[in-house]
């Protein structure tokens, strides 16, 4: 019975070191429609700065566009929210922190 308190602080503490957080980025599409209630054109009202998130976004948006709009109306402006959630661990983190902080140029000669 002594050694159940430092047993179950020594878990907690091992089960904290290897924490993961939780990142999201959320990425806005503009959908207008023309007179038809037709897609006219479609434009990232917010970007996350990463190129293939933000044309994913795009499609994603114009794929569930329908779903969430069964019936558009004619010449409206949609704005559709598009989040992306990923789970990055510390671990990661400090490896990717340790690369940045060590990376090295090689120049080869002949």
Known sequence: MKFRFPVVVGALALLLQACTTVH??????????????????????????????????????????YHKVPNPRANQTYRQPVKFDYIKSNEAKAAAAAAAKTTKTTQTTR
């Open 24 to 65: 999201s980025d959320t990425v806005y599409v503009t959908i207008k429609t023309d007179a038809r209630g037709n897609i006219s054109s479609t434009q990232l009202s917010s970007v996350t700065g990463d190129r293939k998130k933000d044309s994913m976004a795009l499609h994603l948006a114009l794929l569930a566009f």
